[in-house]
């Protein structure tokens, strides 16, 4: 596949629909299918949808945060270009390091989950076949994002409607029988448990912040990116709250059930939906897969585009795709998916996210003093609740663990960090 020269920008595919799509899509993953259970354990009755409902509305700033600086920068990376127009070069090369070893991590984790759970339909039970659907399926998904952004956009589209339709069909059923059921009040429950119900919560809505990351690829990005940024936690936020009233009026002991959407699907749908919403666990965990092959590489392409290069991973091919660095990112996961048990991998996503919230946050703040980029300082406000959230989200949901192994993560791009070269200005034409 060809690469473009330096500085050459591929030709922009992705319309509105489809950046929403994939935004709606990096929200609404498999934890929903789970998080309603885990939320009502903390806060029983009405309270749960109340923590969805609240949750969802304190993100919806942060939402614009990400938004307003979206729409001033149309080059991939997201928190990593905002990082480097506000604080340089070092702090935006960490920043995007740390984001990609989170989301390599993060990708393995999730495609080892759903190899595991889709092995044994396909007669291939046991860790050596659970290990080889893994990589095939690593494999396979690499190949369909370096064929180019186009085809990957029409994939990610397709499963996030596919997996939203079962999800649309159980709210339906909810709201056409909500009449003939009471829905139980809020009970009591403490300050901390309405804390851990939050940070649950809040976990569940992440996936907004990867709009911006692929900025690149977008036709009209300063309307689309900021549209697609707000749009789909609204959207998600909507889902949610239905689904988990849902759950509520009809699972008296929800914070007991294995599969809550699932077990509320057969109350008010019947077994038929019961069965579709368990499928689309496995079809949501794809989409995720997808979403997550095209972003990732994106970080390392992205902390290595600007003034110092690393092994030309910025390079972007025609069709949209920085190849090197997502061969890079397919031999990361497919090592990782051979490893084992990846249920500990997922060990800095609450940092990984706190550093996105917070440098999004700092270079909103920074640029807008500044009156950069057509910013004025009283959009230095949205700045505020974003570190807020941030800041509680590392100091409650991120252990000693976590902030260990993001300790070996920037010592580890330091060292990379040392293996970059200065850009070579491109040759002047005469003419």
Aim: proline residues 6%; contains cysteine; aromatic residues 8%.
């Amino acid at each position: 596949m060809s690469t473009l020269p330096s500085g050459v920008a591929p030709e922009r595919t992705i319309g509105p629909l489809q950046l929403l799509a994939l935004g709606v899509n990096g929200i609404v993953g498999v934890g929903i299918f789970f998080a309603p259970a885990e939320v009502a354990a903390q806060a029983p009755g009405l309270g749960a949808v109340w923590a969805f409902a609240l949750t969802g509305l304190a993100l919806v700033p942060v939402a614009f945060a990400f938004a307003v600086l979206g729409r001033r920068f149309d080059s991939d990376g997201g928190p990593v270009v905002f990082a480097r127009a506000a604080f340089g070069e070092r702090v935006s090369f960490l920043v995007g390091w740390v984001a990609y070893v989170s989301a390599f991590l993060s990708t393995s984790a999730v495609m080892a989950g759903l190899a595991r759970a889709v092995a044994p339909s396909v007669g291939l039970g046991g860790p050596v076949g659970e290990r080889l659907l893994a990589s095939a399926l690593v494999t396979g998904l690499a190949a369909l994002v370096a064929s180019g952004i186009r085809v990957s956009a029409r994939t990610w589209t397709a499963l996030t409607v596919l997996k939203l339709v079962p999800l649309a069909l159980l709210l339906g059923a909810f709201f056409f029988f909500l009449p003939e059921r009471d829905v139980p009040p809020p009970l009591p429950a403490t300050g901390a448990s309405w804390l851990k119900a939050g940070l649950t919560v809040m976990f569940a809505y992440q996936g907004f912040e990867i709009v911006p990351v692929i900025a690149g690829q977008v036709r009209a990005s300063e309307r689309t990116v900021p549209m697609a940024t707000v749009g789909s936690l609204v959207l998600a936020m909507l889902f949610y709250v239905g689904l988990v009233w849902a759950c509520v009026a009809a699972l008296p002991d929800l914070a007991r059930a294995a599969a809550p959407l699932a077990q509320a699907a057969g109350v008010w749908g019947g077994a038929g939906l019961e069965r579709l919403v368990g499928a689309g666990t496995s079809v949501s965990a794809l989409g995720i897969c997808v979403g997550m092959m095209v972003t990732t590489p994106r970080y390392l392409s992205a902390l290595a585009a600007g003034e110092r290069s690393l092994f030309g991973l910025e390079r972007m091919s025609a069709s949209g795709v920085p190849m090197r660095a997502l061969v890079v990112t397919w031999a990361l996961v497919l090592g990782f998916v051979n490893l084992g048990d990846l249920s500990e991998l997922f060990a800095l996503s609450a940092i990984a996210v706190l550093m996105q919230f917070g440098v999004t946050a700092a270079a909103l703040a920074v640029l807008s003093l500044r009156r950069e980029r057509n910013l004025r300082p009283v959009h230095a406000l949205l700045a505020v609740p974003t570190l807020v959230l941030g800041l509680t989200l590392v100091a409650f949901g991120a252990s000693a663990r976590e902030a260990a192994v993001a300790s070996v993560a920037v010592l580890a791009g330091l060292a990379l960090m040392r293996l970059s070269r200065p850009r070579e200005p491109a040759p002047v034409s005469l003419p």
